[in-house]
């Protein structure tokens, strides 16, 4: 079958997740790209039929099945030729609940220099992309949008009428022109809902609205609780840089002592932040800190950490949802009641 080098005729919106465990974020960002290895070695631009496309991806990721095989071309295709110049990526930042959206600015390379391992930080299969200054916040998405980023495929497109009009009005803080239109398969595209990120991101919401500020603080206390910490905290009022004490032992005099500082907004907490609290732990005689920003971290603070890591620990809203997964049987009751939960069993597809 010859390959359709010009499907999509209008602007078209494109998700690029960064990994499995957004591994490959920071190189996405630094670089101004997106792409893939996947162990494919040759130069894709000149082929012109499905078939030999389909045999080296098979050969490549030593794929088994038709389906699978199928599904992992597609995603190749889409690289290569479905995403075009003007198109908009959106790449989704599990740590701080946010989308980096770009435009692309390339037709498709090929680096022959990379060496196609897939744990790489640098790509083969490549397009240039333009990142905005500013990212989405994944609460500011309607439902259909939420499911449509939350995908388990490396490069996949938001079939949706009107698409790249719906992000830039999010992006932009233009309500009036979103709305919850439903989507029209075609091309054969299947959705691959990333169903655990899509309920981290339903638990995320609850959280957001039910543990803002002085409730956060609580929920982090909380846990620690729950990890077997004697706890202090002051209650609502100025903090003077620590929201929650925390130790061991019976009467909480005991190793490890630490020192602990929530910060609730959706903004990325930065560098002084981290300063003040390393310092509020000698003003404390605390031999560890702990900062929480459910906002996530601005690169000065994730800069630094490797500094601190016999002391400092960062937690982020993945981290935070994270560990109350870890402890939530033994979490205070009234935590359980303002977020319940239970266990289900899914695929690990």
């Known amino acids: ?84 110049i003007g198109d908009l990526v959106l790449s989704h930042i599990r740590a701080t609940r946010t989308l980096m959206i770009g435009e692309v600015i ?35 998405l309607n439902e259909e949008l939420k499911l449509k980023v939350n995908t388990r495929k490396t490069i996949s497109r938001i079939n949706l009428d009107n698409a790249p009009q719906k992000i830039m009005a999010i992006y932009q803080n233009d309500e009036s022109t979103i709305n919850n239109d439903y989507l029209s398969e075609s091309f054969n595209e299947q959705t691959i809902l990333d169903l655990e990120q899509h309920s981290k991101d339903l638990i995320a919401e609850q959280i957001a609205i039910n543990f803002r500020t002085h409730e956060m603080e609580k929920l982090v206390e909380g846990i620690l609780k729950a990890k077997g910490f004697h706890t202090y905290s002051h209650g609502k009022g100025p903090d003077f840089g620590v929201d929650v004490l925390a130790s061991k032992g019976d009467l909480g005099f005991e190793s490890p002592k630490i020192c602990v500082q929530v910060k609730s907004g959706q903004y990325r907490t930065d560098r002084p932040t981290l300063d003040q609290l390393i310092g509020t732990m000698q003003n404390f005689k605390a031999e560890y800190g702990l900062l929480v920003s459910w906002g996530g ?13 016999f002391n400092v620990r960062l937690w982020d809203a993945a981290e935070l949802i994270r560990q109350i997964f870890k402890e939530y049987e033994n979490l205070p009751n009234e935590i359980k009641q303002k977020l319940p939960l239970k266990k289900i069993w899914i695929l690990d597809s």
Do not use: C
């Open 106 to 140: 390339s037709d498709y390379e090929f680096i022959p220099s990379v060496i196609a391992e897939n744990d790489s930080t640098d790509f083969k299969h490549i397009r240039h992309i333009k990142w905005f200054d500013q990212e989405i916040h994944i609460d500011n």
């Open 1 to 84: 079958m010859t390959l359709n080098y010009n499907y999509y005729e209008e602007k078209q919106v494109w998700v690029i997740r960064g990994g499995e465990t957004d591994q490959h974020i920071e190189s996405i960002k630094s670089n101004n790209s997106i792409g893939i290895n996947w162990g494919i070695n040759t130069n894709l631009s000149n082929l012109n039929d499905w078939d030999d496309l389909k045999n080296i991806v098979r050969e490549s990721l030593d794929l088994q099945t038709n389906n699978s095989a199928g599904q992992m071309t597609g995603q190749v295709w889409s690289l290569v030729w479905g995403i075009k």
């Open 297 to 309: 971290f601005k690169d000065s603070v994730l800069k630094e950490i490797d500094k601190h890591f």
